[in-house]
């Protein structure tokens, strides 16, 4: 089984940056799309951002397109969430995720469609 372990997390000051990494713990992780989430208390963890295999096909929620970035290097089992402009909205656990898929161009984006899960990492931006 794949597990996952995010990493980058931290308290950064409004307009500030953060790069989040997630790193798979085996070279099995192959044919996995994966997706970044993020939760507060109180609230339904969300999507932020997702990307297929091939990394040809992404998405963002609408409150952060052009602010932050999804990529990954399947040559070292990492997918990667650039933050940038970071707003104190944006202050939750953010959470990988990653699913099997047959196809390399597929983009899951609901928590229901994914079944592996990292621990979640801290982000905190303060105003």
């Known amino acids: 089984q794949v597990q996952l372990v995010e990493s980058g997390g931290g308290l950064v000051q409004a307009g500030g940056s953060l790069r989040l990494s997630c790193a798979a713990s085996k070279r099995t992780f192959v044919m996995y799309c994966s997706g970044w989430f993020r939760q507060t208390p109180g609230k339904e963890r969300e999507l932020v951002a997702a990307?297929?295999?091939?990394?040809?096909?992404?998405y963002y929620t609408d409150s952060v397109k052009g602010r932050f970035t999804i990529s990954r290097d399947n040559a070292k089992d990492t997918v990667y969430l650039e933050m940038n402009n970071l707003k104190p909205e944006d202050t939750a656990v953010y959470y990988c995720?990653?699913?099997?898929?047959?196809?390399?161009?597929?983009?899951?984006?609901?928590?229901?469609?994914?079944?592996?899960w990292g621990q979640g990492t801290q982000v905190t931006v303060s105003s």
């Open positions: 990307i297929s295999w091939d990394g040809d096909n992404t």
């Open positions: 995720a990653a699913e099997k898929v047959w196809e390399s161009v597929v983009v899951r984006l609901t928590s229901d469609e994914y079944s592996v």
